[in-house]
């Protein structure tokens, strides 16, 4: 017998799931434009410019990594989506070289939600909390028509060790960690276009923390690392461009792709976040005779995707040894120039 858990398809509630729903990145950029903090000399990384988190620094050994990060369902399954929604959050506090060590769930829930399905969320989010080394010490919880689930995240990081989008370098080596396709095969889904297994094999993907590549990368010393999340691998790879100011190169068929993800794209179905993206970072990417699919592919907005790295050339060997070793996904995509904006070749 199925349970009310089982029996609910939460994404009946919404209309846009996952990092999708994220507010489009060109308004939120002149939104934020004005809201630069004032002068503290001990918040390391904040607003100006904004990253994957912010970081505030207690000593000279000890600084706060702190993020939030919640969106409505992109699947059906609650615990599937506690845990999706608990590693994308968790993970900006990898990106920035940090540690998780304390969660607080946001929540708002429709009241006509079984409480059954409401449970296995949060017991989801908490088991993944624990297995990144964390706590989920409480939260709060609105009621709403539309469910919506997260996390807000303290870590730690050393002053000296944080990660930034800042410091990639002409001549690095650009590597991702995960493959690209979760917002297209969840969308492909809904409408019957998903080989079988893709949707199961993007979950999965979506659930893995980036604990153990953030560990593999912090032994070995990067310039710069990003999570690519909704605004796409484009996005992501425009922000580290322009924070460094460099240029960012990359080989389009080199990308990393979720089985049956380029099947969906080739299709012509694209989710909500698509245009969004190609507003944000389409002005600075040139994509030449790559084919629609892979670009749809590369503005195609992740939910809990892997980590984007720059490093020096002279440390890749280093790198995809041990991932190797490691038996984690390693990619290289790219690789940065002198320059700026975005190629995809």
């Known amino acids: 017998m199925r349970s009310e858990a089982q029996a609910v398809h939460l994404t009946d509630f919404t209309s846009c799931g996952g990092c999708a729903a994220k507010y489009p990145a060109a308004r939120l950029e ?33 600084a706060l990594v702190a993020t939030v990060d919640f969106f409505p369902p992109l699947v059906d399954d609650p615990a599937d989506y506690g845990a999706i929604a608990a590693a994308n959050a968790l993970n900006d506090v990898f990106a920035m070289g940090g540690l998780p060590l304390l969660a607080l769930s946001v929540a708002a829930f429709p009241e006509a ?14 088991e993944t909390v624990r297995s990144a080394g964390a706590v989920l010490a409480g939260g709060h919880t609105l009621r709403d028509d539309e469910p919506k689930f997260g996390l807000a995240v303290v870590g730690t990081v050393h002053p000296d060790d944080v990660w930034t989008k800042a410091g990639a370098r002409a001549g690095d080596v650009l590597y991702l960690t995960k ?38 990368v912090r032994a070995v010393g990067p310039n710069a690392v990003t999570d690519v999340t909704g605004f796409g691998l484009l996005g992501h790879a425009w922000e580290l461009a322009d924070r460094s100011r460099v240029a960012v ?28 993206n190609r507003d ?22 992740q939910t809990a995707g892997g980590l984007l790295i720059a490093v020096a050339a002279g440390k890749a060997a ?9 038996a984690e996904p390693l990619t290289r995509i790219g690789r940065v120039e002198a320059g700026a904006g975005v190629t995809l070749r």
């Open 113 to 126: 939600l079984p409480g059954e399905a409401v449970a296995a969320v949060l017991a989801s989010a908490a």
């Open 30 to 62: 002149e939104l934020l434009a004005e809201l630069v903090p004032p002068e503290a000399g001990d918040l390391l990384v904040g607003l100006a410019p904004s990253d994957d988190a912010a970081v505030y620094r207690l000593d000279d050994e000890r």
């Open 280 to 301: 944000f970072a389409g002005p600075h990417v040139a994509h030449g005779a790559v084919g629609e699919d892979l670009v749809a592919l590369a503005y195609d907005p």
């Open 318 to 326: 280093a790198l995809e040894s041990a991932f190797a070793a490691g």
């Open 179 to 216: 493959p690209l396709g979760t917002g297209l095969i969840v969308h492909g889904a809904k409408r019957g276009l998903v080989e079988p297994g893709a949707l199961e094999g993007a979950i999965a993907s979506m659930r893995r923390l980036n604990a153990d590549p953030a560990r593999l």
């Open 249 to 276: 190169v990359l080989d389009a068929e080199a990308l990393p792709l979720l089985p049956g993800a380029r099947a969906v794209a080739a299709a012509g179905e694209r989710t909500g976040g698509d245009s969004r």
